[in-house]
């Protein structure tokens, strides 16, 4: 069996680049209600590798995309955003691997920190250049909508119904963002101080002015996505704190992040996504 993976490896390597541009990709038809379970995406994607991993066949894609998913308590969105992403993500030729990062203990959700613990567990696992970190209630509607990094950190969800495809304000960075590596290790990933709902976006993007970078997005009428309605969740309150630390998120940038994460964590790989339980305290 090792004979045939490294073979294969090699026989890979020889294979032409992909695409820029993957063909054949336009408008879907995307409904939320849609009520699936796992087994059926299991069977509508045959050509998934152990973790929710996959990378198109023919060709050699131009980026390795880890997508990262903070994640507790919404099973049916998970199965809902399995059952669209995968398909999405072949179509588009990518070479990519899901991780759902789970936060288990009922202490206050913290967005932030599971993206980081997320990004590191990633890391480890393969070669990836392209990180995208994506809250797992959000699907695309247009395949062209290329779940690929760009020169600049990009934020995605710029095209959301929830907010009628338009931005509610400007410096807006929530939802989905697209880090390469070497960009999200300058900016040392997300703070892991937020706890509950609200502003680690924000600092993050705080984080991408104060490293002089600059923030694209994709073109707002391929980038239409829905947002699987819902209540906020209970341990996800607003503290009211973020505004505070936010003004001060300069500060805090180059030891609160990647440089400061700490975890107890298990790793199983499921069919359709790495999961990564982890236990990131309670901020005390
Ligand atoms: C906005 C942002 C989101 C985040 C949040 C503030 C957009 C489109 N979205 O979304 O990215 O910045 O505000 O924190 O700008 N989650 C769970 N279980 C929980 C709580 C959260 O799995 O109990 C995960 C899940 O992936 C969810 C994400 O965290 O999609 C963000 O939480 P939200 O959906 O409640 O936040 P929302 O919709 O207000
Ligand atoms: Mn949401």
Known sequence: KEFVEYKNELLHKNVSECPEIPPDLGPLD??????????TILSQNPNLRPGGRSRPQYCRALQ?????IPFRNRESHLRTWLYYMHPFLQQQ???????????IEDTMFNRGKLMNVGYSIASKDYDYSCFIFSDVDIIPMDGRNLYRCSKNPRHMANSVDK???????NDIFGGIVAFTKEHF???NGFSNVFWGWGGEDDEL???????GLKV??????????KMISHKRDSGNESTGKSFALISKAHKRLHKDGLSSLNYIISITSH??????TVDIGNGE
């Open 216 to 225: 694209d997005r994709p073109d707002q009428t391929i980038a239409r996505s």
């Open 205 to 211: 993007f705080q984080r991408v002015v104060a490293v």
């Open 93 to 103: 030729q990518a070479d990519y691997g899901v991780y759902v990062v789970e936060q």
């Open 163 to 169: 907010f009628n495809f338009k931005l509610p304000y």
């Open 30 to 39: 995307i409904r939320l209600l849609y009520n699936t379970n796992l087994l």
């Open 271 to 276: 069919k359709l996504y790495t999961k990564v």
């Open 185 to 187: 290790k300058k900016l």
């Open 64 to 68: 390795k995309i880890a997508i990262i």
